[in-house]
C-alpha cells in the first residue's frame, strides 16, 4: 500500500516556474513507477511523465524541454519541475504509482494503483 501527497501547486505568471512534490508513504517506494498527470478544466485526465525506480523518464509530447520529473527514493519523493509555463497548463497535477513498468511510453490513468489527491496549478496570461 502506498500513500500520496503532493504539494506545490499555485497561482503563477506564464512564462514562470513551479516545482510540485510527491511523497510518498509505504514500503518499497523504489519499487513503484511513479507518474504525474493532470486534469485540465472540463477535460479527462492526461498523462503528464513517468520516472522509473532506476530514474528512467518518459514525458508527454507537449511537456518535453520545459518539465522536469527526479525522485529521491531516500527521501520517498518524485518532483515535478515546471518552466516556461503557459495558461493551457492550468490544471489540477495529480502523483501516481504503480508497482514496476518501465518508463518507456505514455501511461493510461488506469495504468496506476495509486493516487494523491492532487494540486492545483493555475497559470495566469
Known amino acids: 500500500q502506498v500513500q500520496l501527497v503532493e504539494s506545490g501547486g499555485g497561482l503563477v505568471q506564464a512564462g514562470g516556474s513551479l516545482r510540485l512534490s510527491c511523497a510518498a508513504s509505504g514500503r518499497m517506494f523504489g519499487a513503484y513507477i511513479m507518474g504525474w498527470l493532470r486534469q485540465p478544466p472540463g477535460k479527462e485526465r492526461e498523462f503528464v511523465g513517468v520516472?522509473?525506480?532506476?530514474?528512467?523518464?518518459y514525458y508527454a509530447d507537449f511537456v518535453k524541454g520545459r518539465f522536469i520529473m527526479s525522485r529521491d527514493n531516500f527521501k520517498n519523493t518524485v518532483y515535478l519541475q515546471m518552466n516556461s509555463l503557459k495558461p493551457e497548463d492550468t490544471a489540477v497535477y495529480y502523483c501516481a504509482a504503480t508497482y514496476g513498468g518501465a518508463a518507456e511510453r505514455e501511461w493510461g490513468p488506469k495504468e496506476f494503483a495509486y493516487w494523491g489527491q492532487g494540486t492545483h496549478v493555475t497559470v495566469s496570461s
Open positions: 520516472i522509473s525506480w532506476s530514474g528512467g523518464i
